[in-house]
């Protein structure tokens, strides 16, 4: 039993001494596809989408069964996320200060509004007539037109072999579709136009199917939900926003590299940062050139992307010494790196903007 233990404990600290790099998450801020200054002549939010129809799109699938739905109801309210989008929309806009005032249009000036049972299923843009109208009603510079909106739900139903298949399970998941438009109508021009989908999931353990199926939210009650996942997405198209993202550093190698690893993991990064330089002057080997990729992360997380460039060229100087022995992962991690601090530093020029 002692050989077992000491067999594992051994295996543990090779595993421990083998481990050459960690993971370091952080957010960096992200600039917005279009200029919000375009918005500071106000915004209109524009429904230009179809309505669906309460029985369309959604389904439940349950044993010896699949199809329309007789056992429970899944007819759900569609057309009701619509103004909720919209309304999440203007909320979070004028919250975020860079707009002096959002209107959603009132959907009775919108002429030739699409009001066929099927028009829900196209998402064709605003028409010349549309444009041409609203153009003489509205002061607003920046439109931003929803001309699709689908909503779909499937509902599973089973039972559950994490139980033995002694318990029902029940599983919803939630689809949908929009597409957006956005105009800058001074200038008479679609900036952008794209469709987002998402999907949002729950699943529900129960007794009986009518209890597991009673258990699950039902798919009005997740409209606001969806609305505000969504609105999110968006938002991140109209104005700058902060994305996580991941970073592999150096952990081994000298002395110095890993003191500077038990600074970084005190969140001491200013006495990481000399175990780095000192290390990078000093060090042999791969520590040297691994040192500097270290010190890219240490500038890129101070947002200075500039900085870090300036030490992807001497990691790359270092590469070249003698006796770097260079593995093509570390060579392939400065070269991608790279790529993205360029982006950065263009991207807070527009931020800077």
Not at 69 to 82: F, P, R
Not at 318 to 340: G, I, P
């Amino acid at each position: 039993m002692m050989k077992g233990w000491l067999g594992f404990v051994t295996g543990l600290l090779l595993l421990t001494a083998c481990k050459t790099m960690d993971l370091y998450e952080m957010e960096i801020l992200r600039p917005a596809y279009i200029n919000h200054t375009i918005g500071e002549e106000g915004v209109l939010l524009i429904d230009n989408a179809g309505n669906q129809p309460d029985f369309m799109g959604h389904s439940l699938v349950m044993p010896n069964r699949d199809g329309g739905d007789s056992v429970v109801t899944v007819k759900v309210q569609s057309a009701q996320a619509k103004p909720l989008l919209l309304g999440y929309l203007k909320d979070r806009m004028e919250g975020l200060g860079f707009y002096p005032y959002v209107d959603v249009l009132p959907d009775s000036c919108l002429p030739e509004r699409k009001v066929s049972s099927l028009d829900f299923a196209q998402s064709d843009p605003l028409t010349d007539n549309q444009i041409d109208g609203l153009g003489h009603q509205q002061p607003h510079r920046l439109w931003i037109s929803m001309d699709g909106w689908q909503l779909k739900s499937v509902t599973r139903i089973g039972t559950s072999p994490q139980y033995d298949h002694a318990l029902y399970e029940a599983t919803r998941d939630v689809y949908s579709a929009v597409v957006w438009r956005l105009y800058d109508v001074s200038a008479d021009t679609l900036m952008v136009a794209f469709k987002q989908t998402d999907t949002l999931y729950w699943s529900r353990i129960g007794v009986t199917i009518e209890k597991v199926l009673k258990a699950l939210p039902t798919v009005d009650s997740t409209l606001p939900e969806i609305a505000d996942y969504v609105v999110g997405r968006v938002l991140n198209v109209l104005t700058p926003y902060w994305q996580p993202v991941s970073r592999w550093y150096f952990i081994a190698g000298s002395y110095r590299m890993k003191y500077a690893y038990d600074a970084v993991r005190m969140d001491n990064w200013d006495k990481a940062a000399d175990y780095w330089e000192e290390e990078f002057a000093n060090g042999v080997g791969r520590s040297a050139y691994r040192s500097a990729l270290n010190m890219m992360l240490y500038f890129e997380r101070l947002e200075d992307p500039s900085n870090a460039l300036a030490w992807s060229n001497k990691a790359a100087e270092a590469m070249q010494r003698s006796f770097s022995f260079v593995t093509e992962r570390d060579s392939n991690l400065l070269a991608n790196w790279r790529k993205t601090l360029q982006r950065r530093v263009e991207e807070l020029k527009r931020l800077s903007h």
